[in-house]
């Protein structure tokens, strides 16, 4: 585990490396809809994304604390993490559930940047939230298993050259629990592609690289199925913490960005003869956003030491997410209302990330999902679904 001062330092480092590639950057991109390839491409080299990869494939070996700080740190200075964080986390399905041959052969090379493993596809347009009813279907024929079925929302697919999928092997209707039947796989998408596999961007309110997914009698060899056939539920799942703490902070990294600003301009930006920050009616909402962006980042904190620990943290992982996301969202809607006019013009960058931040009440999981886990897992009430 990480010191105080090692972590401060990865704040530092990253920050550095940040102020390479300023918000006039990030704009650009999501005005034409770019990848930030070169972003991601130093982010990798220098280590920072790649962190979560033990040392003997090739990573730096930390854990999901300092991955946290990386992060935090990425969306503290202007940059829309978006387009990076899975490469941080995917790859702990083959960490976590992979042979050994797959471990050696791929983690590797992820962290070496000569793979990509930044794509996950598990949501269907007709199925939601409701993972273990998705249709995608992977039949076993020979040495292969032939994949029908569709995805959507699946991002960064075109920018990787990896995907883990979770399909159904096992219809629903035969298994004994709903989360039995489902498999993992490891995606070559340089085969994949127009080879059974075909992609159509979908077009949203932010720059995520988000795309839906048509499978045709795709075939992926049965040497690249994740884990055991039947239990690809548990690999998605067992990634499913560290990504949320990851985002989480990834929310805290927002909403500093936003009070950062936000208590800057009212500082500044003079109305009536004096700053406006001199108003409480425009300081107050700035000082509690603070307080709830700091209160989200001890739940952070909490749930990524309780991780690296080894011990079950889905509460506290989930409580992060939902903290800190709808923290991020309120203090960028305050620093909207700071701004005032001025927010709604892009050289500003506030409004990109505030379409940013907002995703992340709905995805990876929604609210009332977390509130329901809440509800029916710590809180033992009556099961609602
Ligand atoms: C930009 C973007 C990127 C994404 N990237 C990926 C990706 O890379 N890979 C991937 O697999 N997925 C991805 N997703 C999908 C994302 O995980 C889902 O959108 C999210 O989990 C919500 O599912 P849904 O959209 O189907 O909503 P639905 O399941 O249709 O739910 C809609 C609303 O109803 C609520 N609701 C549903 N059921 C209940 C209930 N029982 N009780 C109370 N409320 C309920 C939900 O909380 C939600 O607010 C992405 C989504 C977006 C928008």
């Not at 989480?248 to 500082?267: I, L, P, Q, T």
């Amino acid at each position: 585990m990480s010191t105080a001062s090692d972590l401060g330092s990865i704040r530092e480092s990253v920050k550095q490396l940040c102020e390479s590639y300023g918000e006039d950057y990030w704009l650009e991109l999501d005005r034409t809809r770019g990848f930030p390839t070169a972003f991601v491409k130093e982010l990798t080299d220098s280590g920072f994304l790649t962190v979560l990869i033990p040392e003997e494939y090739g990573g730096a070996g930390l854990g999901v604390m300092e991955a946290s700080v990386v992060m935090e740190q990425v969306c503290r200075s202007g940059a829309h993490a978006g387009a990076c964080h899975a490469q941080m986390y995917v790859m702990g399905s083959v960490l976590r559930h992979g042979s050994e041959a797959q471990k050696q052969y791929y983690l590797p090379k992820i962290a070496a940047g000569e793979l990509r493993l930044q794509s996950f596809g598990v949501t269907e347009p007709t199925t939601g939230t409701d993972t273990t009813s998705l249709k995608t279907f992977a039949r076993r024929d020979g040495d292969d298993y032939v994949v029908n079925g569709q995805k959507v929302w699946i991002s960064r697919i075109e920018h990787s050259d990896l995907m883990v999928l979770l399909a159904r092997t096992t219809p629903k209707e035969q298994t004994k629990k709903k989360t039995e039947g489902l498999s993992a796989f490891i995606v070559d998408l340089g085969t994949a592609v127009n080879n059974g596999l075909t992609i159509k961007p979908i077009e949203s309110m932010i720059n995520h690289h988000s795309c839906e997914l048509f499978f045709d009698d795709l075939r992926i060899p049965a040497e690249n199925l994740l884990g055991k056939e039947g239990e690809g539920f548990k690999v998605i799942l067992d990634g499913m913490n560290a990504e949320r703490i990851l985002i989480a902070a990834e929310c805290v990294g927002d909403g500093r960005y936003f009070v950062d600003k936000a208590s800057k301009y009212a500082s500044e930006r003079e109305v009536f003869g004096r700053p406006i920050g001199m108003n409480q009616g425009v300081q107050f909402p700035i000082a509690r956003c603070y307080a709830d962006i700091e209160a989200a980042w001890l739940m952070v904190e909490k749930a990524a030491k309780m991780f690296d620990e080894g011990l079950a943290c889905g509460a506290e992982a989930n409580m992060a997410k939902m903290l800190a996301s709808e923290a991020s969202w309120r203090a960028g809607d305050v620093c909207m209302q700071t701004f005032g006019g001025f927010a709604f013009a892009k050289e500003y960058h506030i409004e990109r990330k505030f379409r940013e931040t907002r995703l992340y009440q709905i995805a990876p999981i929604s609210t009332n999902l977390i509130l329901s886990f809440v509800a029916e897992h710590v809180l033992k009430m009556p099961r609602s679904f």
